[in-house]
């Protein structure tokens, strides 16, 4: 387990409204939903939001909350994948070679009651943060915010999130559509609510991991090399400006404190991860 | 049910108690304003039936576009029944919330928490706010 964790501030000028920064070395599947779960409590009673961004130290299957276990038979190339069951919705998630953010918002912040406005504000920040970073690569690709999910039963929804489409996904998509021409999904994001709070959590896909080698991502795509510490230094500004906060320093001990029983007793009980 | 007739927790589950043997039985559902602004239901996740419950406390948890949410108990007590129904038909929820959405019902245990609850109107004027 990856504990503590440092902390890196980045200021911004908007003092409208503060919000906690933390960016995180990788870490586990176990350590990483401790976390934002432990978000997401605090800030109930804190009423602070949190920005944080992290990586995963080995590549990890996260489920979502209602999917069963069994299901990941489904997806062969990652069986060997350590597995860990988020406490979000959505689809199955291959975390390897990306950047996952979490957004921690209060009640009473203006984005945390409808669903669908806190994805597209903060879908909208990152494409326009990766249109920028990626200005100087040659491409016939474009970024496109996803307008209306996939026409699939319920039944026959796709295991992999990276494979679903749901409003406000961003896609890479050309910028010639010819009949045959495909989307691919970059980033995909989920919710968990609780009194009010919201924690939003979303995977920035950077290149194909050998474990879904079905899933290419932006560098693939692009043949740019945009890594994860570029990104790391720009999408703090990104979304605190999308967010109407100023970001701030805070060693967040507690919550980290907070994260560790949550860790140990949840998400390290492999009962967790197969109780569906 | 008629709404207007029902009482309703803040965090917008509606309860419709009636007494039975002696004890007093909550139906519990979720009001067609939370099962609007969810939207796209797609799992619900029953409490047992045997269960104890509290007061505002979390009970139930449904998905809705990659968001889950919880659903709170607005008494205090022991589930007795659940409408296992409803995972197969979610839908129900919205076309028929006070009628066949029922989620669960529960004998109470504590009637303090009942004095929590709000009328109808009350319940109209926080979704308004």
């Known amino acids: 387990m990856v504990e503590p964790i440092t902390t890196q501030a980045i200021e911004t000028d908007d003092q409208s409204s503060v919000c906690r920064l933390l960016i995180d070395p990788p870490a586990d599947g176990a350590w990483n939903m401790a976390v934002d779960e432990a978000l997401l409590i605090e800030t109930a009673q804190t009423e602070t939001p949190t920005l944080r961004l992290y990586q995963w130290q080995s590549p990890t299957l996260s489920l979502g909350y209602f999917q069963r276990h069994e299901d990941r038979i489904q997806h062969s190339s990652s069986l060997a994948a350590e597995v860990v069951r988020r406490w979000s919705g959505g689809g199955a998630i291959l975390h390897d070679r990306e950047l996952t953010y979490s957004i921690v918002l209060p009640a009473a912040h203006p984005f945390a009651r409808d669903t669908q406005t806190l994805y597209r504000t903060v879908h909208q920040a990152i494409i326009g943060l990766l249109e920028r970073l990626l200005s100087s690569v040659a491409t016939e690709w474009q970024f496109k915010s996803c307008v209306q999910s996939a026409p699939v039963e319920q039944t026959a929804e796709p295991f992999l999130c990276f494979q679903r489409r749901s409003p406000g996904d961003v896609l890479l998509r050309p910028t010639k559509q010819s009949g045959n021409s495909l989307d691919y999904k970059i980033l995909g994001s989920a919710q968990r609510r609780r009194r009010g709070v919201v924690l939003q959590h979303g995977s920035l896909l950077l290149n194909r991991s050998l474990m879904a080698p079905d899933l290419p991502g932006i560098n693939d795509l692009l043949q740019s090399s945009l890594s994860p510490a570029e990104i790391i230094e720009s999408m703090p500004q990104a979304l605190a400006i999308a967010l109407g906060v100023s970001l701030h320093q805070d060693a967040a001990t507690a919550c980290y404190e907070r994260a560790a029983a949550i860790a140990a007793n949840r998400y390290r009980d492999s009962s967790w991860s197969r109780r569906r | ?129």
């Open chain 2, 1 to 129: 049910m008629n709404p207007e007739e029902l009482s309703y927790a803040k965090t917008h589950e509606w309860v419709a108690v009636a007494e039975q043997d002696g004890a007093k039985i909550a139906t519990v559902g979720i009001s067609a304003f939370a099962v609007e602004a969810l939207t796209d239901l797609v799992y619900i996740d029953l409490p047992k039936v045997g269960q104890q419950v509290e007061a505002e406390q979390p009970f139930c948890e449904v998905e809705s576009v990659k968001a889950v949410s919880d659903i709170y108990s607005p008494v205090a007590g022991r589930v007795i029944a659940v409408n296992d129904t409803l995972p197969d038909a979610l839908e129900t929820l919205g076309s028929d919330p006070y009628g066949s959405g029922w989620i669960a019902k529960i004998k109470i245990s504590d009637e303090a928490g009942l004095a929590n609850l709000l009328d109808y109107a009350a319940y109209q004027k926080q979704c308004a706010e």
